[in-house]
Each structure stands twice: as C-alpha cells, then as structure tokens.
C-alpha cells in the first residue's frame, strides 16, 4: 500500500496516520485526473498502469470512479531490478485497439512512476505509435525532469498532467 492510498484514511484501521499528502481517490489525484479528462471532453480513455502497488491502487480507484468508457487497460511488469520489461510495453503497445474508431481512445492514461514513464514513452516513441496520442498522467511522472536527452519526445500532440 502506497501512502497516498485511500485506505489509510480509514481513522479505525490506522489511528495515528496523519496526512501530507491527498489520497487517491475521488478527492485526490483520482478525482483531479477524471475532472482534467472530462474539461476536455473526453470520454473514452485507455489506461497503462505499471506493476506497483501505488500505480495499481491509482488504477483500481481510477475504474471505480471513471463514468466513460475505457477502451483498453494493461498493466506493465516491472523485473525484480526495478526497471520496466520492454515485452510488457510491447503487449500493452499491441494490444491498444487503435485500428477501429468505434472503440479506439487516442487518450492513454499512464500510471506510472518517472523512471517507468519514460521508458515507456519513448518505447511508444520508437515504435511511433499511434502519434496523435495525447498521454496523461498524474504527478508520478508530469511536472518532473525528463532529464537532458529529450530528442525522442514528439513536439504534437502531447503530454498532460
């Protein structure tokens, strides 16, 4: 459980867990996230979550409180070392419906942490797929530095958070 889990605010389960940070869930980063979405109009995403427990709980609440339809979901392992399996990105990168409008969603949620962000990112990049993407993603990876070798990112049309 990651400490911006919703569970934790549970008083009876974990008297003594003050917060610093909002929960995930309809008041935090899980609401904020579904009301960007929705302020564009979107009402159909597909949803990539990597293999840990924070980015899992944000998808978990994330399809709890989500009213549109999700076009596709596919959670990437992440090896024993930390790093991201490039297998894993290719099954969620094939698996995307991207051929048939009727149920594809240019939109990705990526739920991810940084270093796993990036990887990919630019995996998607290398393979330029489906480059009208518009990935959004919440504070586990916007906002932060995508270090000095930022070539492979495409100018159009984006990323969100």
Excluded: C
């Amino acid at each position: 459980m990651s400490s911006s889990s919703a569970q934790l605010s549970d008083k009876s389960d974990f008297p003594s867990f003050y917060r610093l940070v909002g929960p995930d869930n309809a008041r935090g980063q899980v609401g904020a996230l579904i009301s960007l979405l929705l302020t564009f109009g979107w009402d159909r995403v597909s949803v990539i979550n990597t293999d840990t427990q924070y980015t899992k709980d944000l998808a978990t609440a994330f399809g709890n409180k989500w009213t549109g339809d999700i076009a596709y979901s596919h959670t990437v392992s992440i090896r024993p070392n930390g790093t991201v399996e490039d297998t894993s990105i290719d099954q969620a990168l094939d698996g995307m419906p991207v051929d048939d409008p009727r149920v594809n969603s240019r939109i990705i949620v990526l739920l991810a942490h940084h270093q796993h962000a990036y990887t990919i990112l630019q995996r998607a990049q290398q393979r330029k797929f489906q480059p009208d993407t518009v990935w959004v993603g919440t504070d586990g990876w916007t906002g932060r530095s995508f270090g000095s070798d930022t070539e492979w990112m495409p100018d159009i049309p984006g990323y969100i958070g």
